[in-house]
């Protein structure tokens, strides 16, 4: 069957060289051959390969019979949305890793594919090769999913490897990740955790099957975390992640993105550099963590690829997966209202006793760092408050990995 590409850059070029290296196995496993016909993108690639299969009008696709399977991989919100709109309106399925525009636009989407009898998949848009999307929709499809905890963001966790393996500061790990490719010139999107928020709505829709829109997903970065936090964090055997979390507690949902500091013993404790690792907690199964790689050209064209296979053996039987539910907005409340510990870390030495601490933590040199008990949001500020009251700033406050929130 003819395909399309739409995008060769990082994604794009890797989908097609996992389809091309592998055709022989994909044929002989779908009974089908998967040929690539168009390529679409602004560029030329001379020299390449696949050069003569580049068009830059998109019109080419979008009125070609022949192609009935389209992946885009181009980023970004527009013009993707109107050509993804208007394939699967002229009877296309697509796959798209765009995750971007899944948060944004993917149950309009979702609604236009089921409506004109094709698919529409996404599972490189959460966590790069990890089929995490595909694993709840239809290995946990007994389950009744109570919570995520997951590494979602490649870049960030690069960053606070370094900072926790080489001692180097936030803006010199950002620096490397750069010049390494990892992170892009403009790292808002992945330091301040916006990233991470959208694959969380997605990945809390599917789970929970509630429409959550994931701007309104509190979330805090990973700039402000210091070589201090990281001692801190080395001394008492934790790990600083960047996670990102979702928990049904009957009908309310509780959502966050912020950094969060593991015990080592923690299924997530030990990810490291840009690996994404997604434990996933059900009602009979428990808990399970997927791990792998979360970016990359080879790792995210697979999951592409995979979409792409599932798409066209579904168009070889005349069948459709994808159907469409309009699921009830929930907005996400904050986790600190449920009640978690902290490490604070101060200027100045706290004379104690004072109530909502714990212990201190005991380190060398002029660091002060103390374990709360569980506090929630307004017993915190009071603490903050009692503090300042006692001429004491807290200079970082991170949230330390407990074994249940309590209600």
Not at 156 to 167: A, F, P, Q, V
Not at 195 to 214: F, M
Not at 223 to 239: C, N, S, V
């Amino acid at each position: 069957m003819d395909i399309a590409i739409m995008g060769y850059g990082t994604v794009g070029s890797g989908t097609v060289t996992v389809l091309n290296r592998n055709r022989e196995l994909i044929a002989s496993d779908g009974g089908e051959v998967i040929r690539v016909k168009t390529i679409l993108d602004l560029r030329d690639f001379p020299g390449d390969p696949y050069e003569d299969k580049i068009v830059h009008d998109f019109e080419v696709i979008l009125k070609d019979p022949t192609i009935q399977v389209v992946a885009e991989t181009m980023g970004g919100l527009h013009p993707a949305f109107e050509y993804i709109s208007q394939l699967l309106e002229a009877g296309k399925s697509v796959v798209t890793s765009n995750k971007d525009l899944v948060a944004a636009y993917g149950e309009e989407l979702l609604e236009i594919a089921a409506s004109s009898g094709v698919d529409f998949y996404y599972e490189a848009c959460v966590g790069g090769g990890i089929p995490v999307i595909r694993m709840i929709n239809e290995c946990m499809i007994q389950e009744r999913i109570t919570e995520i905890s997951a590494i979602l963001n490649g870049t960030t966790n690069y960053i606070l490897t370094e900072m926790e393996d080489e001692g180097t500061s936030f803006q010199e790990a950002l620096e490397d990740a750069q010049e390494l490719g990892y992170a892009e010139r403009n790292p808002e999107s992945d330091v301040e955790a916006m990233d991470p928020a959208r694959k969380l709505a997605i990945l809390s829709t599917h789970a929970y099957c509630i429409d959550v829109d994931w701007e309104k997903i509190e979330r805090r970065g990973i700039t402000k975390i210091t070589t201090e936090d990281i001692e801190i964090a080395k001394a008492m055997d934790f790990h600083i992640k960047l996670i990102a979390r979702s928990k049904m507690i009957g009908p309310r949902l509780f959502a966050g993105v912020e950094p969060i500091m593991l015990h080592e013993d923690h299924p997530l404790a030990r990810v490291e550099g840009v690996y994404n690792g997604i434990t996933i907690k059900g009602n009979m199964l428990d808990d399970i963590t997927i791990y792998g790689k979360g970016a990359g050209s080879l790792p995210t064209g697979s999951a592409v690829a995979a979409d792409i296979i599932c798409a066209v053996m579904n168009k070889v039987r005349g069948v459709t997966k994808t159907s469409y539910h309009q699921y009830k907005p929930i907005k996400p409340e904050s986790f600190s209202s449920l009640g978690q510990e902290y490490m604070i870390r101060t200027d100045r030495k706290v004379s104690l006793p004072l109530e909502d601490i714990v212990s201190e933590i005991s380190l060398e040199g002029d660091i002060h760092a103390y374990f709360t008990k569980a506090l929630k949001t307004q017993e915190l500020r009071d603490l903050f408050h009692r503090l300042q009251y006692r001429g004491v700033k807290v200079l970082s406050c991170l949230v330390v990995e407990a074994e249940e929130p309590q209600d």
